[in-house]
């Protein structure tokens, strides 16, 4: 079974899959969360966008690696583990020795341009190693830039413009995001998605135009007509439960 088909059964059950499972009464101590580590160096801090993209593609890497895809993958039983629990991602920041630290942890670091996020195997919360423990999870801030234009064929991440987020909090929503669109995809195009090593953009459309791309009351219908998919923050952290914090566009053809 593919490794994502329990997020598309929770998130996407207008597909005809089966209706969002009950996890209000999940034990604490299995709680699990994927640990995104960003590189933020006091002396050169990278550009939001750029270390957004990177946390974006390096959370979809770990979880289709071989390692955590295939049923033989050593890294297979805590991704599954995780995937058919909350999807919980909780963002640090690292620098210096305490980035090359966690490099040794089971996980792929993604770069994009100057910026560098590491997504590591989704533990148990009580479980997690002291290398990412001693991380902090707060200052995780940086200034809003200007991207640019979209590059062709990339997916789009569309963060919500009406909702302040850190740095930290939006680089859990677009790996939210991500998995959803990999959920989502037809195996051929998430195949090759796959082989361009998950490239995507991030940015922030204006209030009016996001109230256009939030997929409202049909969102089957929003992502067969228009390939978005919305990520719903379930609350613990910054924004209130149920916001849409993220719309994930598929990449034009």
Known sequence: MNVLQPLA???AWWLRRPAPQDTSDEDPSEVRAM????RIEKAAPPARTPLLEAA???AIAVCLD??????EGEWHAEVSAWIDGRIRKVSRRARGAHWEAVQSLPGVTVRVGDAEARALL?????????EVRRLQITGSDLPADEPGPVPAGAPVLWINPDVPMT???A???VGHATMLLAALLPPDELTAWQAAGFPCAVRTPEPADWKLLVPGDDPAGAWQTRGVVAVRDAGFTEVAPGTVTVVAQRASS
Do not use: S
């Open 56 to 58: 974006a593609a390096a």
């Open 122 to 130: 989704p533990w148990k919360v009580v479980e997690t190693p002291q």
């Open 171 to 173: 680089a859990a929503q």
């Open 35 to 38: 640990p995104i580590v960003l």
């Open 66 to 71: 071989p390692r955590a895809a295939e049923p």
């Open 9 to 11: 059964d929770r998130y």
């Open 167 to 169: 740095a930290g909090k």
